[in-house]
């Protein structure tokens, strides 16, 4: 049961790019809340300056350097009957952003949370990629580190349902280039960029063919949707197995890699894959 004399801490969507795409509400909160915690106060302000809307309450920064400290205070707040609202600087906060330790915090101090919904690039781009939307997962960011991404990749070669990835322009190219050696080359993907903003481009293909793309080098916001293992057939055989195996390490990979691959794209598990590379 909420504290009956707390506040409330409001998470409201910011827009992603186009400020037109703020709601009625957003502005609303905006103009009222009591504080806003922001992740990066310059950005709010550009906003409400975009918006014609004046905050009337205490703003404070709230970013991943300064949420262990400031949760308290906010949190305090909130027991004083202060409405907080959290914003970051483009979509939910707490998705990828700052904003889970806030949420957490509030709730076992009984203080009632709501959210002011409206956009999300994860839903945006897996909407505009044209591939399933009946089963979707939000995977965030992949590990910055080779091997620590590719294992998180080798985690998710059998995952059945389409998946949504935030990237950073200078890693997209490798990103889908991973993708397609551990996944296999023909697994279907969108990349979103710029989402829209000005210069929004969405690209569709196979992950081998948008690596390719995307070696050129891409700028902005990158939203990557990626289709999930789909059900083939098990009928193969050991010798096609393992042919299958040697086919992909003949091109540079290892034998591990190329396991991962094979199981990826064929649906078998991965150790009757090995066993059958290894007879």
């Known amino acids: 049961m909420p504290e009956p004399d707390a506040g409330a ?72 009957g202060k409405t907080v609202l959290l914003v970051t600087d483009a979509g939910m906060p707490s998705v990828s952003d700052p904003g889970y330790r806030l949420v957490a915090a509030a709730v076992a101090a009984g203080v009632r949370v709501t959210a002011a919904p409206g956009p999300s690039a994860a839903l945006a781009a897996l909407a505009v990629s044209g591939l399933p939307v009946d089963r979707f997962c939000f995977e965030g960011f992949l590990p910055r580190k080779s091997g620590q991404r590719r294992e998180r990749l080798r985690m998710l070669a059998g995952e059945p349902r389409t998946m949504v990835f935030f990237e950073a322009p200078h ?28 210069y929004e481009e969405v690209r569709r293909g196979t992950v081998a063919e948008l690596a390719v793309w995307a070696d050129d080098g891409v700028r902005g916001e990158i939203t990557v949707v990626v289709e ?34 094979v199981a990826a794209e064929t649906g078998l598990p991965r150790r009757r894959v090995y066993n059958a590379a290894i007879t």
């Open 9 to 80: 801490l409001v998470l409201a969507a910011t827009p992603i790019g186009d400020p037109s795409d703020a709601s009625p509400r957003l502005c609303a909160l905006l103009a009222g809340a009591d504080v806003v915690a922001a992740e990066d106060t310059r950005r709010l302000r550009r906003l409400a300056a975009a918006l014609d809307v004046e905050i009337t309450g205490r703003v404070v920064s709230y970013h991943e350097h300064n949420e262990g400290s400031r949760t308290r205070h906010l949190v305090d707040q909130l027991l004083a």
């Open 171 to 198: 890693r997209t190219a490798e990103v889908l280039s991973d993708m397609a050696e551990l996944w296999g080359p023909e697994r279907s993907a969108a990349v979103c960029r710029e989402l829209t903003k000005t």
């Open 228 to 261: 999930g293992a789909s059900n083939l057939p098990h009928e193969l055989t050991d010798d096609e197995i393992k042919d299958a195996v040697r086919a992909i390490e003949a091109t540079g990979s290892t034998r591990r890699d190329a396991v991962d691959a």
